[in-house]
């Protein structure tokens, strides 16, 4: 969509022609539209745990604080979705720290090997993963270097491999392998979970974008975890890519330019 604003010009005889400047407010628009969309999404994803939040508070005062049994769980329904909002507004302040970074395009990278990056990933990652006997495997070298800021290509990765463990089935595996490949350095976490159909994929990296929202409720999930690690690995010079087939499993792959 494109604006025009024209002046005609003149000379001493009349018009000789005219001057045209033309704005390209498309981009603007699509901007202003995304950030009024991302608005509405965040007051609806904090506005759900408060509803519930408000209406079991309501219940307790209404008598349920009678019968201990009640008591207990509601009392134990508000901490989770306390913990919820949490979620979300951590989630929120990272996504923002890193869009901070992206705008001054000066975040320092410094040249470091990813094998302790991606084991203290493995780290945060061991507990969810034992509580679902899902086998961890890790392949990389330990002379593979990259240039990164390591703590948020940490978060970036754990993102990918909290998402593979959660949608992989119990007694599953997930791989997670950093190699140089084809002029790049190239992080991969692979799964052999549920997948994800084609037509998820081109939006799958958008704030809040769910496959299943109720699902990604129920695993505590606050769907940002694939915005971030976008935002992290765009910081990074790089990109990343998702090949998935339904019923099979998803590969999700980090491409880094070479330190
Ligand atoms: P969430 O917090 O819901 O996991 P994400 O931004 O991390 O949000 O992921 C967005 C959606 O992408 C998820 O809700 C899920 O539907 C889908 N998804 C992400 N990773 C995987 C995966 N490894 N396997 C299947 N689906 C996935």
Same mark, same amino acid.
């Given at each position: 969509f494109l604006q025009a604003h024209g002046t005609a010009l003149h000379d001493a005889q009349g018009q000789i022609g005219a001057l045209i400047v033309l704005n390209d407010v498309t981009r603007l628009r699509r901007l202003e539209t995304m950030r009024r969309d991302f608005v509405s999404n965040v007051s609806h994803e904090l506005k759900t745990p408060i509803t519930a939040i408000k209406g079991f508070v309501e219940t307790l005062l209404d008598g349920?604080?009678?019968?201990p049994d009640d008591a207990q769980r509601f009392l134990e329904i508000i901490t989770r979705q306390a913990d919820r909002l949490n979620a979300i507004i951590d989630d929120l302040l990272t996504l923002s720290r890193v869009e901070q970074g992206e705008e001054q395009s *000066? #975040?320092?990278l410094e040249k470091e090997p990813l094998l302790p990056v991606l084991e203290a990933a493995l780290q945060a990652c061991a507990l969810p993963a034992a509580e679902k006997n899902v086998r961890l495997n890790l392949f990389c070298s330990p002379e593979l270097t990259a240039r990164i800021k390591a703590p948020l290509l940490e978060q970036a990765v754990v993102n990918l491999l909290t998402n593979a463990i959660k949608y992989s089935p119990r007694d599953g595996k997930v791989a997670i392998e950093a190699a140089q490949l084809q002029g790049k350095v190239t992080i991969r976490v692979q799964d052999w979970g549920c997948g994800i159909a084609k037509e998820h994929l081109p939006r799958?990296?958008?704030?809040?974008?769910?496959?299943d929202k109720a699902r990604s409720r129920k695993q505590g999930?606050? *769907? #940002?975890g694939l915005a971030i690690t976008k935002h992290i690995v765009q910081v990074h010079g790089g990109e990343v890519i998702v090949h998935s087939t339904p019923g099979q499993g998803s590969t999700f792959s980090i491409h880094l330019p070479l330190p």
């Open positions: 349920a604080m009678q019968d *000066g #975040l320092p799958l990296f958008e704030r809040f974008y769910r496959v999930g606050t *769907g #940002l």
